[in-house]
């Protein structure tokens, strides 16, 4: 019985951290079947660690490149988290919230909660983190106020910050139930567009945010064919061919998203909770790219953030339609209603 109730106070523990550093989070993986929602949360909880030194604006690119690696040796017991912790916490600016310091406070249990997960399970968050640091420290070395070099390298950083989680998820998945693995290899060619559509509608979300850190990373090419430079942008002031470029992305993240609405209806229809949790974050990265489309002047984050009655309508659909295909398939229609297409290429 004390087992049991150790393992409860963690899930609790996990949970008051996930509803600081992430609203979205701690709304869809309670959704998530029992023995998945504490690994889940756990898994999120070490990726949100990660984001918390790309952000940190007094550490450079060498001290970044330092804490990556050690974080990784602290989830493969080969560094003391606790040292570690120690170490990051007096280096973190004003600029880091309560939620991300009281994170840093907690690495070290939730580094002990992920010690004792199955080695599967260990492996695919370990693995998952390795190519999560190795990637943001390359990009790192090349962040600059110009943007990155084309669609391909945009493309390519959204892997290491969020294609790579789906490929995570799809593990932790498979290794739940003998149903999903059956649909492993599908499952995971679907993987990689899930996480990469929910990372390009954060990335045009924060742009100017991600700006006021020194950092851009939105594809140059795509606004300079319509006569837009990157380095050049102000909030407030929109040079001509901004609005163009950021329709183009729009339309990119959706093809993306489109993919994660495949993956979603890979998984079994009696898996309404993994359903869910799919499908609340599409729903509501869908909702997001409306809003920036609508609002291409936004000089905020929070003026493009959705409201709490378009989540709880997102949510309500999603209920009644989680286990029926071609409903899902046409509530998405509709929330691409009016939403830029993508430019057709030539086979």
Not at 48 to 58: F, K, Q
Not at 89 to 107: M, T
Not at 137 to 153: M, N, V
Not at 279 to 298: N, Q, S, Y
Request: aromatic share 8%; hydrophobic share 40%; glycine share 6%.
């Amino acid at each position: 019985m004390s087992s049991n109730l150790f393992l409860a106070d963690d899930d609790l523990f996990q949970k008051g951290l996930l509803a600081g550093v992430s609203r979205t989070f701690a709304l869809t993986i309670p959704e998530l079947p029992g023995p998945l929602v504490g690994v889940v949360g756990n898994a999120y909880l070490l990726c949100r660690i990660v984001d918390t030194i790309e952000d940190e604006t007094i550490l450079q690119v060498d001290g970044k490149r330092e804490f990556y690696g050690r974080f990784v040796q602290a989830l493969e017991d080969r560094e003391d988290p606790q040292r570690w912790a120690d170490d990051l916490r007096p280096l973190l600016s004003e600029s880091a919230s309560i939620h991300e310091r009281e994170l840093v406070n907690a690495i070290p249990r939730v580094i002990r909660i992920m010690h004792g997960f199955r080695p599967a399970q260990r492996d695919a968050i370990s693995e998952c983190l390795r190519i999560m640091t190795s990637g943001m420290a390359e990009f790192q070395e090349r962040k600059t106020l110009s943007g990155l070099k084309d669609l391909a390298e945009h493309e390519r950083y959204c892997y290491y910050v969020a294609g790579v989680v789906g490929e995570m998820l799809t593990r932790l998945f498979c290794e739940y139930s003998a149903d999903i693995a059956r649909n492993g290899e599908a499952l995971m060619a679907h993987a990689v567009a899930f996480g990469q559509g929910l990372q390009m509608t954060n990335i045009l979300k924060d742009i100017w945010e991600d700006r006021h850190k020194g950092a851009c990373w939105l594809p140059r090419d795509v606004f300079i064919a319509y006569q837009c430079e990157l380095a050049d942008l102000e909030s407030g002031r929109y040079p001509s061919g901004f609005s163009e470029g950021l329709n183009r992305l729009i339309a990119e993240a959706l093809v993306c998203l489109k993919g994660a609405l495949e993956y979603t209806l890979l998984i079994p229809r009696e898996e309404e909770g993994i359903r869910n949790f799919c499908f609340w974050a599409i729903g509501m990265a869908v909702l997001t790219l409306r809003k920036l489309h609508r609002h291409p002047d936004f000089s905020s984050g929070s003026q493009v953030k959705i409201t709490r009655r378009s989540v709880a309508a997102t949510i309500a659909l999603t209920r009644f339609t989680a286990r029926r295909d071609r409903w899902l398939r046409q509530l998405f229609v509709i929330l691409n209603l009016g939403l830029p297409r993508p430019e057709h290429k030539s086979p």
